[in-house]
């Protein structure tokens, strides 16, 4: 039986380039092993947040164009329905009520206040015992982030809050003269659909009140939503903004010199 020798040098020392060869070996494959697992944890996360937020910015820009479409049925008179679709890619749309209840108080120079809405100017359009009117909204969800129509305008929200994306269409004049209030309701069932195909939308106008207001001095508008409503955050921060005094009012005019407000209010329904 031949024992086994480590083959000699030359120079008489002992040959060991195969113990270096796997040790090599062994440190490379450690070395690929390692960076696919550090791709997997990273990488792979990372076009995962990619993909994500591309999806979210996508939803925004389908929801921007979905709220064009309603909005021409709320400018124009001679539009009352309106046609598109939204790309939904595994996400959900929804109708239902928005728990952001709204109303107006228009101050006249000797006139009693308005109130909007009430049982006397748009008895359509809520309680009128709580004189609060409900929005309703559209809302679009994927991976706990939401783009809602809501009011006229555009809010995107996800579980730290929400801010408007597009205002609704609430104009108070840096003049001090006129003041501009639009908004959607939404009319619909509270329902909702997934799918990650398109789906089409239709929306129609089911009733249109719009007023014109003489002899005003100012203006506000209240929203009434839980602090835990969805969308609080959004219309909190619109309203403080929309003023032209610093008082989440309006100041339209002066008693010797009062103004206007044009109020438009267009109930919608949405089927799809």
Do not use: H
Request: proline share 3%; hydrophobic share 35%.
């Amino acid at each position: 039986m031949r024992r086994a020798t480590d083959s000699l040098r030359p120079d008489g020392r002992t040959n060991d380039r195969g113990v270096s060869e796997v040790l090599g070996f062994i440190l490379v494959f450690a070395i690929i092993l390692g960076s696919v697992t550090l791709l997997s944890m990273t990488g792979f996360q990372a076009m995962q947040d990619y993909q994500e937020g591309e999806q979210l910015r996508n939803a925004e820009r389908a929801m921007e164009a979905f709220a064009e479409n309603a909005n021409d049925v709320m400018r124009y008179d001679g539009i009352d329905t309106r046609r598109g679709e939204l790309a939904l890619q595994e996400g959900t749309i929804r109708t239902s009520k928005s728990k952001s209840k709204i109303n107006m108080t228009i101050t006249r120079a000797g006139y009693p206040e308005v109130v909007i809405p009430s049982e006397d100017d748009f008895s359509e359009y809520g309680n009128t015992t709580e004189e609060t009117l409900d929005l309703g909204k559209f809302e679009y969800t994927v991976n706990n982030n939401r783009i809602v129509y809501e009011g006229g305008g555009i809010i995107r929200g996800d579980e730290s809050g929400s801010v408007f994306l597009k205002q609704p269409q609430i104009r108070c004049d840096e003049t001090g003269k006129t003041a501009v209030i639009s908004l959607v309701t939404i009319s619909a069932d509270d329902r909702s659909i997934q799918s990650s195909g398109q789906v089409g939308f239709t929306v129609s106008e089911r009733e249109r009140v719009s007023r014109a207001y003489t002899d005003v001095t100012d203006v506000s508008i209240d929203v009434k939503t839980n602090p835990n409503a969805p969308n609080s955050d959004a219309w909190t921060s619109t309203l403080e903004d929309w003023d032209n005094d610093g008082d989440a009012e309006c100041k339209v005019g002066t008693a010797s010199d009062p103004g206007q407000v044009v109020v438009t209010l267009v109930k919608v329904d949405i089927d799809y």
